[in-house]
């Protein structure tokens, strides 16, 4: 099949490399023409373990190009995703503008049928509005459908290769066959697409994410509580994970979620919601307890340091909002670095993959190492923001030798408490006791 993609980001770039792996002949189109000239001469632009590998064959085959040109991309497309930016407006609703923006320039383009299909992660009656976008300059036939992405960063190509499920909203027959007949290389091990009407499907997505937000908030919670009452939220996890009905995954605690979707998402979930009159309240509650867990590691840092951080001077761990990636957006090291710089400290941060993303949003507000131990140099405390598996099992003799003070406040759980304490360490993380 010819397909085009709108918008060349995390979600774009994996949905193109994934059709052009199945043997579709897909053009990425993207405004960025600087993205796209790093593209087009094989260079990947975003770190996704597994996706250069897939990326450089299907330019090599010529199955996958790129281009600035909408009206090129599209040309020959019978199906064009919209995998576009969907941010937070101003009063937290997803900002359409960019998706209604390339609406209104495919009616303009558009000469015969095609499946438009909207991957972005769009509120419900965002389908209704690109149909009648296209349909203001464009007289023919031709489908909006929803097809919204599960997609995580860090594993998309496993995701977008074998999902666990594929959502397809559209009641055309036509465009339900087209979405069938490409998805299908996709579902071989059985697992469901699940036609639907569209506004399910639009729904669909946001009660997703919104779902699994609350799941982390409520545990980050019951942390608290752990904290409070001298109980282990390890524990507490795998007592409550081994019930069927809970299940083991997303019960970690942390610093809070942070990334792209999750925090923007819950948001225009609960702003959608105030359209219609109606009041999501644990949504509300959800973002509450997120905005207060980014914060959780620095009254626990203030109080060790007797409210003084002038001058004291901090190794940080990971700067991505979750590892196997580079992206760093609502990233809840940021937060941290903002409040630590505040208050006079000095950061050095290190992380596998995103320290060029961080240097170009903060420039010398930090200080940025080459691997994880040289940020150790002469720090008063290593802080730890993102479970990368490098941090796992680090050489804890090293740590010893650079650190100024053996103390470590580990925002991801990353230590068994009883064996940090018997190293020697000063340990605080989230939901568990101190070792002291
Ligand atoms: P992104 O910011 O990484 O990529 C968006 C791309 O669109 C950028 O490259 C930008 O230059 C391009 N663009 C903007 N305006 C354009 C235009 N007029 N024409 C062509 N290109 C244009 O965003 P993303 O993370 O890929 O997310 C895209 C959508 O997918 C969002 O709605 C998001 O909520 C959703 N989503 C994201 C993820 C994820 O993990 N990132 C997962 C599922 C769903």
Redesign the pocket.
């Known amino acids: 099949m010819k397909i085009a993609v ?7 770039l994996v949905t193109g490399t994934c059709f052009a792996e199945t043997g579709n002949d897909v053009t990425c ?4 023409k600087k ?1 796209v000239e790093k593209l087009s001469s094989g260079q990947i632009t ?1 770190y996704e373990p597994g996706l250069e590998k897939l990326f450089l064959r299907n330019v090599k085959e010529e199955r996958l190009r790129f281009t600035t040109s ?1 009206a090129e991309g599209i040309r020959d497309a019978e199906i064009v995703f919209l ?4 941010p937070p407006g101003e009063d937290g609703s997803a900002d359409l503008k ?1 998706i209604l ?2 609406a209104r320039d495919l009616g303009e383009l558009m000469t015969d049928y095609k499946v438009i299909v909207d ?4 509120p419900v009656g965002t389908a209704e509005k690109v149909y009648a976008t296209i349909a203001r300059s464009f007289v023919g036939d031709f489908d909006v459908v929803s097809n ?6 860090g594993v ?1 190509v496993e995701d977008f290769m074998k999902p666990d499920r594929v959502i397809i909203g559209t009641v055309s027959e036509r465009a339900r066959k087209v979405m069938g007949e490409l998805y299908a290389p996709f579902v071989r091990s059985g697992n469901p697409v699940i036609y639907m009407d569209v506004r399910s499907a639009e729904l669909t ?1 946001y009660a997703a994410n919104s779902f699994l937000a609350t799941k982390i908030s409520f545990m980050n919670e019951i942390a608290q509580l752990c904290e409070r009452v001298g109980a282990d939220v390890d524990m507490v996890r795998r007592g409550i994970g081994s019930d069927d009905r809970i299940g083991k995954r997303f019960l970690f605690p942390g610093i809070g979620y942070g ?3 999750f925090p ?2 819950v948001q225009a979930l609960v702003q959608s919601s105030k359209e219609v009159e109606y009041d999501f309240q644990i949504l509300n509650a959800v973002m509450d307890v997120n905005e207060k867990q980014k914060l959780h590691l620095l009254p626990k840092v203030k109080r060790y340091f007797k409210n003084n951080l002038k001058g004291k001077r901090f190794a940080l761990w990971g700067l991505a909002f979750k590892p196997n990636t580079d ?1 760093i957006r609502e990233a809840p090291a940021l937060y941290i670095i903002d409040e630590l710089v505040k208050e006079g400290a000095i950061v050095c941060a290190y992380d596998p993959e995103a320290v060029n993303n961080v240097r170009a949003l903060l420039g010398d507000k930090i200080q940025y190492a080459e691997n994880q131990y040289d940020c150790l140099v002469g720090a008063d405390a290593l802080i730890i923001a993102t479970e990368w598996n490098e941090f796992r099992t680090p050489n804890f003799l090293k740590i010893v030798t650079a650190l100024k003070h053996k103390v470590i406040f580990d925002g991801r759980n990353l230590f068994e408490t009883d064996a940090i304490k018997e190293l020697g360490f000063y340990y605080e993380s989230v939901g568990r006791s101190v070792a002291d």
């Open positions: 709108v918008g060349t980001g995390y979600v774009g189109v993207d405004i960025d993205k975003i909408l995998a576009l930016p969907t960019y923006g390339v991957k972005s992660t769009v919204p992405e599960f997609l995580r960063e998309a997505k990334g792209s979707c923007k998402d992206d």
